[in-house]
């Protein structure tokens, strides 16, 4: 089984920035595309960012499309998430996981908290 751990999240005032990592335990995880997603209170958890296995490819959901940047290295077993013009409602717990059907077991995640 795949580990992930997240790292990265903190607290930050809006228009700020924060850098999310996640690593993997395998090298499985250069064979998956892979996805962040976030949860926030009382809310369900949703896809925010995809990349590709090779990296080549990303897509982003319309909330955070222009002010957040995934990539991957593969060399490291990561993922990463940049995230510029942080807003209140980006507030959430983010984790990393492949985007097959069959998930990984989901790290703890990284709770990102923005104020306004």
């Known amino acids: 089984q795949v580990q992930l751990v997240e790292s990265g999240g903190g607290l930050v005032q809006a228009g700020g920035s924060l850098r999310l990592s996640c690593a993997a335990s395998?090298?499985?995880?250069?064979?998956?595309?892979m996805g962040w997603y976030r949860q926030a209170p009382g809310k369900q958890r949703e896809l925010v960012a995809t990349?590709?296995?090779?990296?080549?490819?990303?897509n982003y959901a319309d909330s955070v499309k222009g002010r957040f940047t995934i990539s991957r290295d593969n060399a490291k077993n990561t993922v990463y998430l940049q995230m510029n013009s942080l807003k209140p409602e980006d507030t959430a717990v983010y984790y990393c996981?492949?985007?097959?059907?069959?998930?990984?077991?989901w790290g703890q995640g990284t709770q990102v908290t923005v104020s306004s």
């Open positions: 990349i590709t296995s090779g990296g080549g490819s990303t």
């Open positions: 395998k090298s499985i995880f250069s064979l998956n595309g």
């Open positions: 996981n492949t985007l097959k059907w069959e998930k990984w077991a």
